[in-house]
């Protein structure tokens, strides 16, 4: 009982954090991507700014929409996305839940908020939202191949080193850097895998050049469309946990390291130094995937995109495995 | 809540009415890195209902009438309407037209004007910087 409670409240701590920082995080792009178009950009707070407002403005749900699918679905991915993060390694510490789920669930659940989104887009009735709801499902469908990729090569090479323990589980991934399990063919496989998982980051946080499903000048914002108020401040922060989950997820698969275990850190300080590279690990992670790529780049035609994803990331991430297939065969 | 909440956090749809584009063109400009109005927490949005302020440009021919005020209608509360230009307030180069409905105030409740044809960019943010103090008296009269 007590435990449970432990648990419950540990949980909670985790999502408010997870909550801060991901919209810090939000802030920082955007303030970032400002300055590398030579402009100065908003403050750090503006999420926070701007959520406070959609909170304040009235709530519409339009005449053609079923309202309580319409009004849901925004919670529903603000709260699997918050979830997810109970199950992976966050904050340089062992994930929460983390004997109750492993990879498999992460990756299912994660792709909650995008379903989520969908959902809520074609129940709203409008064919803006509809043609965005199609464009996310099908961007969804060309990159989740790229991930259960990723999540065998990785298990293959953890069922060999501890054949004993669940490979999925994130225990198990995180115990040991991967590189360290392989040799030159198979350390240039992870390379590749690495690359391939940072190029979904786009889709899987809705940012440029992916931005299909939400494309403001082109379809007035998709499947967000219909959405104001309260629901799309629920969306917005969902967006920005989405991503903060999506980064802490390669981080845990591809970073494991912690800066306690690299040098010699006083016992008491070796928690919040861990949170600290925590955070600049994830950071770098999404600089390199999403905030520069967004602010170079412009927006993809659904069908360039989904054949970037089935075609190059995915074959880029056979031939990671493959590699480290022959890795382990030989 | 209620006072400020609306301070550097103001989202703007921007509605063409069947102006010449030249107003239009300022308003992009106001987004420039010259003007960059993100750094006051102004957005311009895709959809009407994301809006906070509806920027108007245009005199409002008739086939535009029904989609301004279904717009408009579409707005969340609390909202204001800011026109910009000479065309929009007046009828402009456009005015006694055959096919005009407008100037916009014949049709729903405007703020504020933007005279000029085209107005300057500072002028519209100028504009939208007196739309935050009415919204947030607006919100203080609660
Ligand atoms: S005010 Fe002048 S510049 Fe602006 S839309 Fe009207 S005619 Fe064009």
């Known amino acids: 009982m007590i435990e449970l409670l432990?648990?419950?409240?540990?949980?909670?701590?985790?999502?408010?954090?997870?909550?801060?920082?991901?919209?810090?995080?939000?802030?920082?792009?955007?303030?970032?991507?400002?300055?590398?178009?030579?402009?100065?950009?908003?403050?750090?707070?503006?999420?926070?700014?701007?959520?406070?407002?959609?909170?304040?403005?009235?709530?519409?749900?339009?005449?053609?929409?079923?309202?309580?699918?319409?009004?849901?679905?925004?919670?529903?991915?603000?709260?699997?996305?918050?979830?997810?993060?109970?199950?992976?390694?966050?904050?340089?510490?062992?994930?929460?839940?983390?004997?109750?789920?492993?990879?498999?669930?992460?990756?299912?659940?994660?792709?909650?908020?995008?379903?989520?989104?969908?959902?809520?887009?074609?129940?709203?009735?409008?064919?803006?939202?509809?043609?965005?709801?199609?464009?996310?499902?099908?961007?969804?469908?060309?990159?989740?191949?790229?991930?259960?990729?990723?999540?065998?090569?990785?298990?293959?090479?953890?069922?060999?080193?501890?054949?004993?323990?669940?490979?999925?589980?994130f225990s198990t991934i995180t115990s040991k850097p991967a590189w360290l399990l392989v040799g030159g063919a198979g350390f240039l496989g992870l390379i590749l895998l690495f690359i391939s998982s940072l190029a979904v980051m786009p889709a899987k946080a809705g940012k440029l050049p992916a931005d299909i499903g939400e494309a403001k000048t082109e379809i007035a914002e998709g499947v967000l469309v219909e959405y104001s108020g309260r629901n799309l401040a629920l969306l917005y922060m969902a967006q920005a946990v989405r991503v903060l989950a999506f980064a802490s997820l390669i981080v845990a698969l591809f970073l494991p390291w912690n800066l306690s275990s690299l040098i010699a850190i006083p016992e008491q300080l070796s928690m919040l130094a861990d949170f600290l590279f925590f955070l600049v690990k994830v950071f770098m992670?999404?600089?390199?995937?999403?905030?520069?790529?967004?602010?170079?780049?412009?927006?993809?035609?659904?069908?360039?995109?989904?054949?970037?994803?089935?075609?190059?990331?995915?074959?880029?991430?056979?031939?990671?495995?493959?590699?480290?297939?022959?890795?382990?065969?030989? | 809540m209620g006072l400020g909440a609306f301070k550097r956090s103001l989202w703007v749809f921007h509605l063409n009415t069947g102006s010449c584009n030249g107003c239009d063109i300022e308003i992009i400009a106001a987004l420039t890195p010259r003007y960059d109005v993100e750094r006051f927490g102004i957005k311009l949005v895709g959809s009407p209902r994301h809006a906070d302020v509806l920027l108007i440009t245009g005199p409002v021919t008739r086939m535009m009438k029904d989609r301004l005020l279904r717009v408009y209608n579409q707005t969340p509360d609390p909202k204001v309407v800011v026109v910009v230009g000479n065309c929009g307030a007046t009828g402009g180069v456009f005015y006694e037209s055959y096919n005009l409905e407008g100037p916009v105030d014949r049709l729903i409740p405007v703020d504020i004007y933007v005279p000029g044809c085209p107005p300057r960019p500072e002028a519209i943010i100028d504009a939208i910087a007196k739309a935050w103090a009415k919204l947030e008296a607006m919100e203080a009269k609660k």
């Open chain 1, 6 to 169: 432990y648990l419950a409240a540990s949980s909670f701590l985790l999502i408010c954090v997870a909550l801060f920082i991901a919209l810090v995080f939000n802030g920082i792009e955007r303030k970032l991507i400002a300055r590398m178009q030579a402009r100065i950009g908003p403050p750090i707070i503006q999420p926070f700014i701007d959520i406070k407002k959609l909170f304040m403005k009235e709530n519409i749900v339009p005449d053609s929409a079923i309202p309580w699918l319409f009004n849901s679905m925004p919670a529903v991915a603000l709260a699997s996305s918050l979830i997810v993060l109970l199950y992976i390694p966050f904050a340089g510490m062992p994930a929460l839940l983390q004997n109750y789920g492993d990879l498999i669930l992460v990756l299912y659940v994660l792709l909650l908020p995008s379903l989520a989104l969908a959902i809520g887009a074609f129940a709203s009735g409008s064919s803006f939202a509809g043609i965005g709801a199609q464009r996310e499902v099908v961007l969804m469908m060309s990159y989740e191949f790229v991930l259960s990729v990723v999540a065998i090569s990785l298990a293959w090479l953890f069922s060999l080193c501890c054949p004993q323990a669940n490979a999925f589980a």
């Open chain 1, 285 to 330: 992670v999404m600089f390199a995937s999403s905030i520069f790529v967004s602010a170079v780049t412009a927006r993809l035609k659904v069908d360039q995109a989904a054949r970037f994803y089935i075609i190059v990331v995915f074959l880029l991430s056979l031939l990671g495995l493959l590699l480290i297939g022959i890795d382990i065969l030989m």
